[in-house]
């Protein structure tokens, strides 16, 4: 029983040598910029993300200020969601903007989907 413990043991403190020794050579390639055997020249590099001007003039005027980039996307975002909750009938979709148009011409698109998805949600509670 005594050398199946003292085994044990020995397997644990291999284990943990083994482990720091990796983890110290993986660092140190990491940091000289060496490679370390694997090809990545197929991997794409991390996006970076670079402040734009849009994002500081938020931050100086506490509001959020809408790019057409962002009023696409968020356009495209809220036609998905009705498209959804009219089971992906562009047909039924275009009535209920067109209702909403209707009812407001002066509004903008975004703001006539963001209406019938209200509407929608209204009607069937």
């Not at 083994?18 to 983890?23: D, N, S």
Request: charged residues 35%; neutral net charge.
């Amino acid at each position: 029983m005594m050398s199946f413990i003292a085994c044990l043991a020995a397997g644990a403190v291999v284990g943990s040598i083994v482990t720091l020794l990796v983890t110290r050579r993986s660092r140190a390639t990491r940091e000289s910029g060496a490679s370390d055997g694997f090809d990545r020249s197929m991997e794409s590099p991390v996006p970076t993300r670079s402040p734009q001007k849009s994002d500081d003039l938020s931050r100086l005027i506490g509001k959020p200020v809408s790019t057409p980039s962002r009023q696409k996307a968020e356009l495209a975002a809220l036609e998905q969601d009705l498209r959804v909750k009219c089971l992906h009938s562009v047909e039924l979709m275009e009535r209920l903007i067109e209702a909403e148009r209707d009812r407001d011409p002066s509004a903008s698109r975004t703001e006539h989907v963001r209406e019938a998805i209200e509407r929608w949600e209204r009607d069937n509670r």
